[in-house]
């Protein structure tokens, strides 16, 4: 059995130059989907409401009690709570819901707004949660792009450890942004002693997440090639023992003709 809603949202305009008195005004549509899968006999729940600062958002419950909000603004996941209430996201408290600027938390913080209107699907199961990234050029020109999942995850950082990304080339942005550090991760476990933004290229399709509360999240993905790990340490010291972010990415630039597509997949699941 299976619940869906289905509702358009607009994309930024997409510039043509950039020379802001130039930029060309043009508008895409996207769509967001959730969806719900139960057994045979369990009720399920899929509501509308109004959510912070007036912004409309969809509510998803299961019978057996996990649930999930979805802003339709960025088709930005905000929640998802196990039945025993435990949310694994986390939001920001810097996070503004004004309809301008992307939410700060979930998946996916910051959703690309490049190219043409992307699509964002979200299933919601009892005990798992996927993501789906599809990214058309209706354009008559081809066009290139990056992107990530920018996913925060509730931790507790002094517990937080990854595993999955031994033998990847890494480029570590601690101390400059601008000329990572490259090398190889020796690791089977990486740990967050301190700041941490680092790039992983081929990287693995299964991460696994141990959060610090005592919860494993195994994160399974298709056509994400590379990862990102992040924590702002006391950049943002009101927050930063309380999440982690653990990126699906695509570094490398995707070259896409008219008419083209890229479809990449996240399944996130936990014991």
């Known amino acids: 059995m299976a619940a869906c809603i289905s509702v358009a949202f607009p994309v930024v305009p997409i510039p043509s130059s950039s020379n802001p008195s130039l930029h060309r005004r043009r508008r895409f549509a996207g769509n967001v989907t959730a969806a719900m899968s139960q057994t045979k006999d369990a009720s399920f ?9 007036g912004l409309p958002k969809v509510c998803l419950s299961t019978a057996y009690g ?21 949310d694994l996201l986390f939001i920001r408290p810097d996070a503004v819901f004004n309809g301008k600027k992307p939410i700060s938390g979930g998946i996916p913080h910051c959703f690309p707004q490049f190219g043409p209107g992307p699509m964002q699907q ?9 993501t789906a990234l599809s990214i058309t050029n209706t354009d008559k020109k081809p066009f290139s792009f990056t992107t990530a999942l920018h996913t925060y995850f509730s ?17 570590n942005k601690d101390p400059d942004p601008a000329n990572p550090i490259e090398g190889k991760e020796e690791r089977d476990v990486v740990t967050f002693p301190g700041f941490v ?17 005592g919860d494993t999240l195994t994160i399974r993905n298709t056509n994400w090639p590379d990862t990102v790990l992040w924590n702002p340490h006391t ?31 996240q399944n996130i699941s936990f014991t």
Not at 45 to 53: A, S
Not at 197 to 213: F, K, R
Not at 239 to 250: G, L
Request: overall charge negative; charged content about 20%; proline content about 1%.
């Open 155 to 171: 931790a507790s950082i002094s517990g937080v450890t990854v595993e999955g990304l031994k033998g990847c080339k890494a480029l």
């Open 45 to 53: 729940g899929v509501k509308v409401v109004e959510g912070i600062g």
């Open 235 to 265: 950049q943002m010291e009101s927050c930063y023992r309380d999440f982690v972010c653990v990126e699906n990415a695509q570094v490398g630039r995707v070259q896409l003709k008219p008419d083209q597509a890229w479809v990449a997949e």
């Open 197 to 213: 933004d680092c790039i992983y290229l081929g990287a693995s399709n299964e991460l696994q997440l141990e959060n610090g509360l």
């Open 122 to 130: 979200v299933t919601l199961h009892s005990e798992s949660f996927s």
């Open 66 to 86: 996990s649930e999930a909000e979805i802003y339709l603004f960025g088709a930005c996941l905000t929640s998802w709570k196990l039945e025993n209430g435990k």
